[in-house]
């Protein structure tokens, strides 16, 4: 991976953090919309806190997460096993999506929430579609959620003070301030996010801390030419959750793709 920084959130932070995306709230229902009545298996990686898997599972579909990130796969679990879920219906799997090999085939494999976009490089992301298609069924399904570039946003060199949100976290009693700050790097397509965390103690006293990785971008014919050599073709390809085609203003690009 060389010096770019792969993604990795304070696990205790992320449900928190992102509660007041729209995104999140949008994304499991569409994808669910589009799921046929019988039950599926279906294959989340990047599966993190399990915030898409749970309610897929709820639906009655038999479930499977991956995720490199312990942390993140105890929290999940916790979550899971509070909701009554058992491993059958929603198994958690500590693995690198990279070199992913499960044995078995699934009628959806599943990346949700700009996950993709953590893959910063040609290599790794070939590398996260073999492994979709190495694990989806003859007549499955691959399902990639990501954000459609704004080049004005991406124009410029550094923004900082981004998205300013806060929240509470449970098991720390602490109520957090958090400001995202994207750096333009070198490298071709890809950008430096730090998350800044700011919280104050018992006697007022500030504290500081941060999360940095890399993101890239990734635009619509890209997107189609990536898949299609990796086996893939588009079906549907989706601009936001009410289900529009993707068109240039759209904010999402959402598409569900069978094999090639």
Same mark, same amino acid.
Not at 149 to 170: A, G, I, Y
């Given at each position: ?25 949008? /994304?499991? +229902?569409?994808?669910?919309g589009?799921? +046929?009545?019988?039950?599926? /298996? ?10 898409a ?6 639906? &009655?579909?038999r ?18 096993? &509070?909701?009554?879920? &058992? ?22 494999? =599943?990346?949700?929430f ?9 290599e ?31 124009s ?31 490298? +071709? ?53 009410? &289900? ?6 759209? +904010?999402?690009?959402?598409?569900? =793709?069978?094999?090639?």
């Amino acid at each position: 991976m060389g010096n770019k920084q792969r993604y990795r959130a304070i696990a205790e932070y992320y449900d928190a953090e992102n509660s007041h995306h729209r995104v999140l709230e949008e /994304d499991v +229902p569409f994808f669910l919309g589009q799921l +046929p009545r019988r039950k599926q /298996d279906i294959l989340e990686l990047a599966v993190g806190t399990a915030r898409a898997a749970i309610p897929l599972a709820q639906a &009655g579909h038999r479930v499977v997460g991956v995720d490199y990130a312990a942390d993140m796969l105890e929290i999940a679990r916790r979550k899971r096993d &509070g909701v009554g879920l &058992g491993d059958k219906r929603l198994a958690l799997i500590e693995a690198d999506v990279l070199s992913l090999d499960l044995g078995r085939k699934f009628d959806w494999v =599943c990346v949700f929430f700009n996950t993709f976009l953590a893959f910063t490089t040609l290599e790794q992301q070939d590398a996260v579609l073999q492994r979709a298609l190495a694990h989806l069924k003859p007549a499955g399904r691959f399902w990639l959620d990501i954000f459609q570039p704004d080049m004005r946003l991406l124009s410029e060199p550094r923004r900082v003070d981004l998205d300013p949100s806060v929240f509470f976290v449970p098991r720390f009693d602490r109520t957090v301030l958090k400001t995202t700050e994207i750096r333009r790097a070198s490298t +071709p397509q890809l950008q430096h996010v730090t998350f800044h965390y700011t919280w104050l103690g018992p006697h007022g006293e500030p504290h500081h801390e941060r999360t940095r990785f890399d993101m890239t971008w990734i635009f619509p014919r890209e997107l189609r030419l990536l898949l299609e050599r990796n086996g893939l073709e588009i079906e549907h390809f989706w601009g936001n959750y009410d &289900g529009s085609k993707i068109m240039p203003e759209s +904010p999402r690009m959402i598409v569900r =793709c069978c094999r090639a």
